[in-house]
């Protein structure tokens, strides 16, 4: 898993933050300032002499490069005793190195209410204020850059990604092995067909197409054959780029009598592989063991997807895309299940207008479920998050720890048996599964990391402000590492990066409030949730 990295803030007042929380933003002015002014340049990386130009222009050339020595070695004495490595003074140039930190304004999505760029930073130097001035507009074009003078001048520096959890897959043309041209017809949709499918999977697979794909990519390779020898034979593989294993393979074979109407039916398998492998594995299972129509599978997909972003928006565009999976295929279990999880999600993140409504609703579609379906770990984790929203913790857990002994080495389950654990005031327990859960796949899901720093902001952990940045930073959007990281604020005494991240709240989830963070009857100790919601309110929401 990826690590956190050291969080500057150049929108607003300029802010370093370590990963664990800690302010180590310099006092000095002119210190902020030889910050900004190497970040903010080409590759990070300045020389000596036009930095001393930038802040001491009225000064003469000995005395200007002397201040510039005094403030560089107080800048390196401050960094180290944080243990900060990312300022890199040489002997002609002071650079930064950008793998070691993440910048505000280099995310692929700026904050829509960004404030100022390096708001009060007042040096008193003409060329340093000149300079500033041009940062500002060329800031405030960002959204226009094709207009602008000057192109993107802050995109350029940042590293693509920060290497997202989403696994990257490398789609390569399928291998034609024959003379007939139906076979190349045929090599040729199975890839549309693949693209087109996966594409519907961008919130968890980050797609691209090697015939426009440049340099080594770190993640995997799907690539396949079609054969015409003894009527059609197709194949297909997942490798690992890093060390070149065979993740998954399997080949499909059809008689020269036989009609070839498979390709959609190819290209999903391929993606149902690919989710096994990467993924959440038996959650996988239990959706891709039910045949459906593919309509109705790409509509699922697109849910989980929609679901996965945890907001308001996210939950109602999740459940108008089960329905629609519904229209397809009315007795697809999966979508109703999902249904039933989102409409709980709503009220468990306090945002159901009508809570007690929705889980009698929920709970009598459950009960229907369960008796149709009475062995589906699914609608049985269905039930148990049922008993939580209605305050019964224990059941709960109980529930939930039978599911589990047939089914211990499914990341979701646990996570769902985690989440439970917490809501029964069992934070260490909650800790250690969630753990568990997220050591059992390589791109584990989103939620999952960001529900243990949940638990650990509540157990008074700093290792909360780690998790809650990797969860940020390969997803922006994500509601509830924000809650966590405004908190920590509050709790850490730093009120301003606190408001920043609740405007942030705000933004992404509007009418959002402190006292609504969560549905507070799902926990047994009430103490989380009104310390949560106490911090919140300090902040501003």
Same mark, same amino acid.
């Given at each position: ?310 907001? $308001? ?29 989102? $409409? ?128 940020? $930073? ?68």
């Amino acid at each position: 898993m990826a690590k956190a990295r050291t969080k500057i803030f150049l929108s607003g007042p300029l802010q370093i933050i370590c990963d664990d929380g800690r302010d180590a933003t310099p006092r000095g002015t002119k210190a902020k300032a030889l910050v900004a002014l190497v970040l903010l340049s080409s590759n990070a990386i300045r020389s000596r002499t036009w930095l001393q130009d930038r802040l001491w222009s009225t000064s003469a050339p000995a005395q200007g490069a002397a201040s510039l020595r005094k403030e560089l070695s107080v800048l390196s004495k401050h960094f180290s005793a944080f243990g900060l490595t990312f300022f890199q003074i040489g002997r002609e140039t002071v650079a930064i190195d950008l793998s070691a930190v993440e910048v505000d304004v280099f995310e692929d999505r700026p904050m829509s209410d960004r404030a100022e760029l390096l708001e009060g930073l007042d040096v008193g130097d003409p060329e340093f204020e000149d300079w500033l001035t041009v940062e500002r507009q060329a800031y405030w074009e960002i959204e226009t850059a094709d207009n602008a003078p000057n192109g993107m001048p802050f995109r350029r520096n940042a590293p693509a990604h920060w290497g997202r959890q989403r696994p990257a897959v490398v789609l390569e043309p399928m291998e034609v092995v024959g003379e007939t041209s139906d076979i190349a017809v045929v090599a040729t949709s199975i890839h549309d067909e693949l693209m087109f499918l996966l594409g519907t999977l961008s919130n968890m697979i980050e797609l691209r197409d090697s015939r426009r794909q440049q340099g080594p990519v770190d993640g995997y390779i799907l690539s396949g054959s079609v054969v015409g020898a003894e009527g059609l034979r197709v194949a297909s593989q997942l490798t690992a780029t890093a060390d070149r294993t065979c993740l998954w393979t399997q080949r499909w074979r059809f008689r020269g009598q036989d009609t070839f109407d498979a390709v959609e039916g190819i290209a999903v398998k391929v993606v149902e592989a690919l989710q096994l492998q990467l993924n959440d594995g038996h959650w996988t299972e239990i959706w891709s063991g039910r045949a459906t129509t593919t309509e109705a599978w790409t509509a699922f997909q697109r849910g989980r997807g929609f679901e996965g972003q945890a907001s $308001r928006d996210g939950l109602a565009r999740a459940i108008r895309q089960y329905h629609i999976c519904l229209e397809q295929d009315p007795d697809y279990l999966p979508a109703k299940v999902a249904i039933g999880f989102c $409409r709980l999600d709503l009220i468990r993140l306090g945002m159901d207008v009508t809570p007690e409504q929705t889980l009698a609703e929920v709970d009598d579609a459950c009960a229907l479920l369960r008796a149709a379906h009475p062995s589906d770990p699914y609608c049985a984790a269905l039930e148990a998050f049922i008993r939580n929203v209605a305050g019964k913790t224990e059941e709960a857990c109980h529930l939930m720890r039978q599911v589990l002994e047939r089914f211990q080495n499914s990341p979701e389950l646990l996570g769902y048996y985690a989440g439970l654990l917490g809501y029964d005031d069992q934070l260490e327990a909650e800790i250690a599964v969630y753990r568990q859960a997220l050591a059992l796949t390589p791109h584990p899901p989103v939620w999952i990391e960001a529900n243990l720093a949940m638990a650990l902001a509540l157990n008074a952990d700093q290792a909360a402000w780690h998790h809650a940045h990797n969860v940020v $930073r390969v997803d922006p959007d994500n509601v509830r590492a924000r809650v966590v990281l405004c908190a920590l604020s509050v709790d850490g005494g730093n009120h301003s990066l606190a408001r920043r991240h609740a405007r942030r709240i705000a933004d992404l989830q509007p009418g959002f409030t402190a006292a609504r963070w969560a549905w507070p009857n799902c926990f047994k100790n009430g103490d989380h949730h009104a310390r949560m919601a106490h911090l919140l309110a300090t902040a501003g929401l």
